[in-house]
């Protein structure tokens, strides 16, 4: 039962498989994304209120989205790798920080954006804001605690112990800063719960959200799989892969 | 062979008392922390302005983020001189939990910054003029809030150890951590400056120690381990 467990802590089983899986899940990151970019931007209605700046959630929403889904993939790799010593989930935890981190700082971009003509200024000190530069400066503890500690195995050890303390900082840190201050607008896109936004403008939400997650599972694939290559140069199996090319 | 069986009080007084020992054989370890405070706080009147009326408006937030970033260059008193000498990796070894002996750790490592922090900082809040029913409610909050950001930063500091340039990493690996605590701190104290109910500040406070005493040693062990490779 627990064969397929094992089998995935092997990094040549994983580059063979996600070499077979990479061209169908980019393929339809970028159907996906295309069709959303396309539909939101150019024919979703306009918003009563904010006119046409209310495009950019396209982009805001899923990348707020993921900036805290990749976090959590990063907590459970590293975790895995912490618990059963996996090599393969120290290097996904590794491949999630930096991708984790652009993604936040592209929410944090883009919501600046919107703000300007929204709110009439760059900047707030409004909880979600805040609580997602908080995550911005955990990404970059764990990148620069990664980069610090020159041994690997090391390195990706310590890095998910503080991943994990950051873990159970996230709720903390979260619920302290809302009660602190508030000025954003709830969460708008929910799966569960009725859409609060007419059908139009929720469709291509709910696209671009499925598009950024299969973009981020091809991001972190490609990442994963370099990763494994520079690590295993001296196995027989990425040698012989070199010398067919 | 067989060891003495030690209990937990007896280890962990027995740590305690040796940090102490160590410590004040050292004295400026001990003043250094209270100095950076003083010279922190005073450089606030200097930037912003002399008004008392203003700077009693801005004293809580000034005088924990100075307690949050003396309590932070502290930090590397906790291992290092023990990582150094070799006491780590005995510790380690020893078949006595680690647990106890890093909650000794941080504990005396509370004694040492937070508390003379603590105690320091009435004198510091009257020269920022904060009014005097906000005194206890810093006080207060520096004896709940610093052992808090001790066991978070004994976190980063067990992690970085050994490393070349700790001091600018620990501090980006440290303070969003520390963020929860000075808001709630910081906010008790302002409140009480207004004359506000900081019950409700105070027992989060409380909560975040509990849960620090219980979580933070198992992962302070468990960066110990990885730190010292074994």
Redo the contacts between chains.
Sequence with gaps: MWTWFYRLGSPKWFYDISGRWLPWIACVASILLLTGTVWGLAFAPQDYQQGNSFRIMYIHVPSAFLAQSCYFVMAICGGIG?VWKMKLSDIVAKSCAPIGASFTLLALVTGAIWGKPTWNTWWVWDARLTSML?LL??Y??VI??QS??V?RN?AA??SA??T???L??IP??KY??E??NTLHQPASFSLISRPAMPMEMWMPLLIMVIGFYCFFAAVLIMRTRVEILEREWRTDWVRSLVKNR | MTGKHVTFSGLFLAMLKRDMVIAFRHPSDLANPLIFFLVVVSLFPMAITPDPEYLAEIAPGVLWVASLLATLLSLDLIFQSDYQDGTLEQLLLSPQPIYTSVLAKVFSHWLLSGLPLALISPLLAMMLFLPAQAMWTLVLTLLIGTPVMSF?GA??AA??IG???TGL?LS??V???Y??VL??AA?AVHNAALGISVTGHLA?LGA?LA?SVV?APL?IA??LR??L?N
């Design positions: 912490l908080v400066f955990l970059l503890g620069a605690l610090a500690i041994d090391q050890k310590a112990v503080l994990l303390v950051g159970v900082n903390i840190i302290s800063v009660w602190w | 978070i976190v980063g992690l970085t490393l070349r340039k990493l980006l690996l303070l969003p951590l963020i929860p808001i709630f906010s989060l975040m849960l979580l992962a468990a960066a990885i730190s490779g």
